[in-house]
T-cell receptor, first 113, second 114 residues
Framework: DQQVKQNSPSLSVQEGRISILNCDYTNSMFDYFLWYKKYPAEGPTFLISISSIKDKNEDGRFTVFLNKSAKHLSLHIVPSQPGDSAVYFCAASVWSGNTPLVFGKGTRLSVIA | SQTIHQWPATLVQPVGSPLSLECTVEGTSNPNLYWYRQAAGRGLQLLFYSVGIGQISSEVPQNLSASRPQDRQFILSSKKLLLSDSGFYLC?????????????FGEGSRLTVL
């Protein structure tokens, strides 16, 4: 039973346009959400996070939006650059639970020049 | 600053042979440690995690095992590899004395079982 779902395995976007990556979760106890970026043959690197007390967090070109009622979060990348091409993983956890992050299956983003 | 290293980076092993992947963390104490596997179409699958020396939680029953002989050392092992054990293995840490809620990953180990 997947608690964190990324329903789009891949996404292609033109350079300069907005990339929107989506993530849904089922566990209402989750209160901390993260996005990771992964290049081939490398470990994932942390990108941006949001706690459930916020509905938006912004860091440069990256913005994460959280809709708690819909149990949905999204990552917006504006403007998209070719170097953003990677696999993006959504992850969720219970902050106080000391339990492992639960990851989605990832979305492969291709930014076309 | 904290660093995490895992090795070997690449491994080609025959079916039935043993496995040992090692991971160490520097610059923090009492970290939570994790082993993940990335297999095609399955994203990041949590295999084991540990909140302290000798404390191992297994998420997926299989022929792999993990051990934590020291605070900042985490080892993934198998006595007899299967073809299905092929994949990209990632060690990670979180918490410890620098808890930001994030998970920090090592460089990964590519295992091919032939």
């Amino acid at each position: 039973d997947q608690q964190v779902k990324q329903n789009s395995p891949s996404l292609s976007v033109q350079e300069g346009r907005i990339s929107i990556l989506n993530c849904d979760y089922t566990n209402s106890m989750f209160d901390y959400f993260l996005w990771y970026k992964k290049y081939p043959a490398e470990g994932p690197t942390f990108l941006i996070s949001i706690s459930s007390i916020k509905d938006k967090n912004e860091d440069g070109r990256f913005t994460v939006f959280l809709n708690k009622s819909a149990k949905h979060l999204s990552l917006h990348i504006v403007p998209s650059q070719p170097g953003d091409s990677a696999v993006y993983f959504c992850a969720a956890s219970v902050w106080s639970g000391n339990t492992p992050l639960v990851f989605g299956k990832g979305t492969r983003l291709s930014v076309i020049a | 600053s904290q660093t995490i290293h895992q090795w070997p980076a690449t491994l080609v092993q025959p079916v039935g042979s043993p496995l040992s992947l090692e991971c160490t963390v520097e610059g923090t104490s009492n970290p939570n440690l994790y082993w993940y596997r990335q297999a095609a179409g399955r994203g990041l699958q949590l295999l084991f995690y540990s909140v302290g020396i000798g404390q191992i939680s297994s998420e997926v029953p299989q022929n792999l095992s993990a051990s934590r002989p020291q605070d900042r050392q985490f080892i993934l092992s198998s006595k007899k590899l299967l073809l299905s054990d092929s994949g990209f293995y990632l060690c990670a840490w979180s918490g410890g004395s620098a808890n930001t809620g994030e998970l920090f990953f090592g460089e990964g180990s590519r295992l091919t079982v032939l």
